[in-house]
Nanobody, 121 residues
C-alpha cells in the first residue's frame, strides 16, 4: 500500500485543519488506518485509528473530543478532522495502514511520508 498524506499547514490556535491520506496499490478496505504524529525532539505517538469498516475507532486522550478520524473506502482515503487546535498539536502527522486498528506503531506495516502541522499565532 502506498500512502500519501496531505492537508497540513500553519493555523492559529483554536483553528481547524483536515488531513487526508490517499491510498493506492492494494485493497484499501482490507486495512485498518491510523494517524500518528511526531514533534521535534519527541518520539512518534499515536493520534487516532479506525478499523476497515469504520466501526471501531480509537483516539489518544490528548485529542479526544477535538479530532475525528473517518474513512471513505470508495475513495481509498482516510481523513483526520482537527478542531480547536493547540500549539502542542504541532508535529509532522503520518498516516499508516495495518491489518488491525491499534494504538501501537508496530501494528502498522505501511506509512505515508508525513505532513507538517504548525499551530502558532
Amino acid at each position: 500500500v502506498q500512502l500519501q498524506a496531505s492537508g497540513g499547514g500553519l493555523v492559529q490556535p483554536g483553528g481547524s485543519l483536515r488531513l487526508s491520506c490517499a491510498a493506492s496499490g492494494r485493497t484499501f478496505s482490507n486495512y485498518a488506518m491510523g494517524w500518528f504524529r511526531q514533534a521535534p525532539g519527541k518520539e512518534r505517538e499515536f493520534v487516532a485509528a479506525i478499523d476497515w469498516s469504520g466501526t471501531r475507532i480509537y483516539y489518544a486522550d490528548s485529542v479526544k473530543g477535538r479530532f475525528t478520524i473517518s474513512r471513505d473506502n470508495a475513495k481509498n482515503a482516510v481523513y483526520l478532522q482537527m478542531n480547536t487546535l493547540k500549539p502542542e498539536d504541532t508535529a509532522v502527522y503520518y498516516c499508516a495502514a495495518g491489518l488491525r486498528a491499534s494504538t501501537r506503531i508496530g501494528a502498522y506495516e505501511y506509512w505515508g511520508q508525513g505532513t507538517q502541522v504548525t499551530v502558532s499565532s
